[in-house]
């Protein structure tokens, strides 16, 4: 089986031959159609979280698929052989850049009707994002307002597109280029941050998703009100997510410590910080897919390459010139 993967970290995606994925026990085997360049596909190349997350190395990158199942493991009741399917994977069950991958049958979601293959793996990580920190995290309500940093980005134009169907009114960041676009997608505030400090125009918030980082996170506390929520999927991490990643204590230290001036700030302030690394998620992603033939939510994507041209895709998304998703398709329309 092809597959690209990285011989060490910091290196680049090269073409390998790896041994053909075999179902186990509550697995299922997906032929992939397609899948999708995420940011923490770089940043895992890079090693970012090498010493949070360990995995072995030939390292197969890529989180997200649609395709078709083509074997089933023991105990398997939600899937046969021939479902169209689509998912995020996840901890040490990576490798989507790959011809063929064995996903927990959890993870998966019907692909929605509306879709092909190459619009659905386009969804996976960054809705599945956006639904758990403004349904599950935040629990956005008609009427609260809600700031998106980076609304031309992929987590970003699926949180702005959700915020909306959830009743929220919905300002957003984005360069000049994509003022259009934001509005397209139905924000009710664009702020070029070319031009415009957010922080100088809004306040009174009752939520942010911070998508950016850096001073980004620090100056997003001055547009939320009193209780308010910001959650960052950037960083830094906090004692919660150390917890959550059964971290050992060192690495809890180091979390707490690094989060600390940030999580000051906010109890300062009265606001709740978080900090949200997304988790696969079936059940979720087939509420997104019901979303999706509905009309609510629909995939942007900026630009679609062949499978051989993976190496590319990736170097594009870690352009962040992308907007949207960058998808990889096995396959071409003749």
Known sequence: MKAYALERYGAP???????????????????????????????????????????????????????????VGEGVRRWQVGDRVFACVGGDRIGTFAERIAVAE????????????????????????????????????????VLIHAGSGGVGTMAIQLAKHLGAYVATTVGTANVALARDLGADEV?????????????????????????????????????????????????????????????????????????????ARGIEYGFLFMRPDGGHLAEIGKLVEAGALRPIIDREFVFEDTPAALERSASGRARGKVVIRRTVDA
């Open 191 to 267: 702020i070029d941050y070319r031009q415009e400090p957010f922080e100088e125009r809004l306040s009174g918030y009752d939520m942010v998703l911070d998508t950016r980082g850096g001073d980004v996170t620090t100056k997003s506390l001055g547009v939320l009100k009193p209780g308010g929520m910001l959650v960052s999927i950037v960083g830094p991490p906090d004692p919660a997510f150390a917890r959550t990643i059964g971290a050992n204590w060192m690495v809890r230290q180091v979390i707490r410590l690094g989060s600390f001036s940030i999580r000051r700030k906010a109890r």
């Open 13 to 71: 995606l090269t073409v390998h031959d790896l041994p053909e994925p075999i179902a186990g026990p509550g697995q299922v085997v997906v032929e992939i159609d397609a899948s999708s360049v995420n940011p923490l596909d770089e940043k895992l190349r890079t090693g970012a979280f090498k010493a949070i997350l360990h995995y072995d190395m030939p390292l197969v990158l890529g989180h997200d698929l649609a395709g078709i199942v083509v074997a």
């Open 106 to 145: 959890a993870d998966l979601a019907p692909l929605p009707a509306n879709l092909d293959p190459s619009a659905a793996a386009a969804l996976p990580l960054v809705s599945l994002t956006a639904w758990q920190v403004l349904v599950e995290r935040a629990k956005v309500r008609a009427g609260q307002r």
